[in-house]
C-alpha cells in the first residue's frame, strides 16, 4: 500500500485519520503543520506516495506546502482538506498540483474514498 504524509494542526484529527489510512494498509506519518510536513518530505530517504494535508494551519498552510512539495517532489500526490470556503476557493487555483479538496465535515470513508481515487491517478 502507500506512504501517507498527513498534517493537519488537530490532534484529534490526525488521529482518526491515521488509524483509519492504517485500516486500508497504508503507511502513515503525521505533521502537525506545514514546516514540519516539509522538512519530513524533503529529508534524505523519504518516499511518501501522497500528502494529505489541511490548509489552515500555523507556521505554513497546507496551499504553502503544497506549492513547497509540488517543487521538491513533483511526482507526489497532493490531496488538501478544509473546513473554510475562503480556503477552498484559494485552492481552486491549484488544480495543476491538487488532485482534490476535501470539505469538512467529512467521513472517514469519504477520506478514505479520496485517497483511493488519488493513489489510482
Known amino acids: ?37 516539509l522538512e519530513m518530505l524533503v529529508a534524505e530517504g523519504a518516499a511518501y506516495d501522497l500528502l494529505v494535508t489541511d490548509i489552515r494551519m500555523p507556521i505554513m498552510d497546507g496551499i504553502a506546502l503544497a506549492l513547497s512539495a509540488k517543487r521538491e517532489r513533483p511526482d507526489l500526490t497532493i490531496l488538501l482538506m478544509t473546513g473554510y470556503a475562503e480556503q477552498r476557493e484559494r485552492a481552486r487555483n491549484l488544480d495543476a498540483i491538487v488532485t482534490d479538496v476535501l470539505t469538512k465535515p467529512f467521513s472517514l470513508q469519504d477520506v478514505r474514498d479520496a485517497v483511493a481515487k488519488a493513489l489510482a491517478g
Open 1 to 37: 500500500m502507500a506512504m501517507i504524509l498527513l498534517v493537519d494542526d488537530e490532534e484529534p484529527v490526525r488521529g482518526f485519520l491515521k488509524r483509519g489510512l492504517e485500516l486500508d494498509g497504508h503507511s502513515v506519518e503525521t505533521a502537525e503543520n506545514g514546516a514540519d510536513a
